[in-house]
């Protein structure tokens, strides 16, 4: 349903009358009362409704997934790596497609929404991300791993210092998840090369935490 204020695209029978122009919805109804932003004619017209098609949407989150409905409009068209925000009674999440599921069994990389039996997502607005700690003195023994939870745009730099509670470590490199776009490696480790935390499958680090290592 349309509400007050909001914007629509009408064909303007002052104005415009071939072509759509832009009205604000003063009055919403069977008959709603618009108004043409470009000339500014106030008039009662019927609105029609965009066409939704429901969706089913899987979300996954730190190893965890959800099912969950909701309307999207029906000329949608979708491809894996993009990015929306899941907006259902269960979730409001920005969520990156990972897998489109045309059929039993059927996957595939770009749809027509309509054609979508079931869209597999994971959230990205806050990610977990695994860090692969070694000791600065170098002893692979003391290999330890931990766990991050930052926001997806969060940035890991390759040769920066980063601290997290009583953590503090150096980024030596970072390895690029399969869905990720637009990374010329699948493995960044030169010094300043970074990578979105929604895009990182693992970062490996040189221990830098006094608490943990001060064994003399
Ligand atoms: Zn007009």
Redesign the pocket.
Known sequence: MTETGDRVGLA?P???PGEE?VHEVLRPGGQATVR?T????TYKTEIPEEETVGLTVIVSQDGESFSTEMDVPADTYVSTGEEFVVDSPDALMQVRVTGIEVGPEQRVEEADIEDVETLWTRAVDNVTVPVTLHPKDGNADQTRSLRVNVPGDYEFTVGETVEFGDEEFVVEGVQIREDAPEYRHEKLDHDGDFAYAKDCKRVYARDESLTAWSAW
């Open positions: 303007c002052s104005c415009s122009t043409c470009d000339c500014d004619h």
